[in-house]
């Protein structure tokens, strides 16, 4: 059909959007969504939808993908693998970190980590920064620069000996995000805690993979997200707290906003559907598979987060996929060995099984709307980090990236899945749904059989302003 008004038309959807559910036609030209009404022209391309529900492709906001690590440690998935394990889950945007290593130059950071998504991607992606060494040189020149030219978040960490920055380098950074409009992510833990609780319970002999989360107690994240939020209150800067895992940092961060201060949270999967049993009940090394940071808490925690979940105190929901191989000397398992608790690298697996989770769990079982599900994965993420509204919605003019959901009861099996990981840690798991169809930009990635997506079509998104708070007027302090 060669003067067809769409190159395809999806029919009969039942969209979903952060705001509203409506039944529709979709029509995409060139990529985007250029028509939404009943009974739209044939296209070249026609999907029937029947009546599923189509939301936005998700944005995965926090997800690390080939991020440099100091050997024997590699991350399990690259550009490739990642971003089609994104795409098979309905995953159209990702947003991994740029890291900074001490002693490094940013731009050569960013450079760097360019090199290494180029001609890989199957979706679109875009990067944060990982500030690690806030020279002056980074503060007064490269940061600003970044900024200006798309990078406009970046993380620090509070936490891990090779990243973080103590409480006067954390002020310095967050002065330059007020003063140029960019949006710091903070890892809030405790490190000198972590590092007294942790020789502690070596010089036991607990080194135990379940140990891991006894040496990073929930106080650990709660007096450094109580830290964070006085830090961004001094400076006058909104905040986003990532990975936030259970009550005492939730009650901070309450403590925050009935104070009127702007400071955003996110959770990922790992703290509503696991808990410290899963890094082990005894001494058995297969609970390093579940060893990440924050630990998952216990059932009481998991509660305390769908209902941050439901009520508005999160404001997004992320992976933090940080893939490392469970049976592999570069994984959890350095150099072929069983190691101590402080030797295991942090980090689980989840970019693909993000939505279909919170999907199943939080739309179908009843605990959050399916409104609240898009805001959560795709509407906020593509505002706070300045991608909205070409990400994160189903309008006239955005990408036609979305989501057409099959609900049928599945079971979660790493085998089905496209990460480079040798495992999930929800193996196992019934769900209730799975992506029948993911289009990035009007094209198929994901058929609910196979990634169809050719590698290297993701393009790189420069993010612009966070859009989550109103602005201030150009000019203004
Ligand atoms: N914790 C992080 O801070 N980043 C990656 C994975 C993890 O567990
Ligand atoms: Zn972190
Ligand atoms: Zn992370």
Known sequence: MADAAFDLVVRNAQVATASDTFDCDIGIRDGRIVQLGQALAAGRDEYDAAGRVVTPGGVDAHCHLDQPME??????????????????????????????????????????????AEGRAVVDYAFHLIVSDPTPQVLSTELPQLIAQGYTSFKVYMTYDDMKLDDGQILDVLDVARTHGALAMLHAENADCIEWLTRRLEAAGRTAPRYHAHARPMLVEREATHRAIALSQLVDVPILIVHVSGGEAVEQIRWARSHGLSVFAETCPQYLFLTAEDLGIDDSYHGARCVCSPPPRDKRNQQVIWDGLSDGLFTIFSSDHAPFRYDDPQGKKPHG????????????PGLETRLPLLYSEGVLGGRITLQKFVELTSTNPAKAYGLHPRKGTIAIGCDADLVVW??????????????????????????????????SRGEVVWDGRDCVAREGRGRFLRCGRPTLLPQRPEGRP
């Open 71 to 116: 050997a024997p440690a590699r991350m399990a998935d690259d550009f490739r693998s990642g971003s089609r394990s994104a795409a098979c889950g309905g995953t159209t945007t990702v947003i991994p970190f740029a890291a900074q290593m001490k002693g490094q130059s940013l731009l050569a950071a960013v450079d760097d980590y360019h090199a290494r």
């Open 337 to 348: 060995e069983e190691v101590a608790f402080r030797h295991i690298p942090n980090g689980i």
């Open 406 to 439: 099959d609900h049928r009861d599945t079971v979660v099996r790493n085998a089905d899945l496209h990460h480079a990981v040798d495992y999930t840690p929800y193996e196992g798991m019934g769900l209730k749904a799975w992506p029948a169809l993911t289009l």
